[in-house]
């Protein structure tokens, strides 16, 4: 399996940005798809934005679509998610995962990697 870290979260303001990272180790980035799931207090962890293995397509959930964009850089091992027009809404841990196949999906269940999360707060 592939090791993955977090980071870049944080707290900011409505209409501010953030852009996350996620860095893996142990096994070959590029033979994985990658995604960003979130999970709000008291709610269940849902999809945010996925990517295949090559970063030649990704997919999003609605409620982002516009103000998020996933990438990855696989010469670094990193997958990032940049945030834009941030809402209250969007406050939750962020996790990415990681599924040892070309392309992603929006079922937690298909991911076989998590990382332990990032925390966005943004405030109104």
């Known amino acids: 399996q592939v090791q993955l870290v977090e980071s870049g979260g944080g707290l900011v303001q409505a209409g501010d940005s953030l852009r996350l990272s996620c860095a893996a180790s142990g096994r070959t980035f590029s033979g994985y798809a990658m995604a960003w799931f979130r999970q709000a207090p008291g709610k269940e962890r849902e999809f945010v934005a996925g990517?295949?293995?090559?970063?030649?397509?990704?997919m999003y959930q609605n409620s982002v679509k516009g103000r998020f964009t996933i990438s990855r850089d696989n010469g670094k091992s990193t997958m990032y998610l940049q945030m834009n027009d941030l809402k209250p809404e969007d406050t939750a841990i962020y996790y990415c995962a990681a599924r040892r196949t070309s392309v992603p999906t929006t079922f937690r269940e298909n991911y076989d990697s998590w990382g332990q999360g990032t925390q966005v707060t943004v405030s109104s």
């Open positions: 990517i295949t293995s090559s970063g030649g397509s990704t």
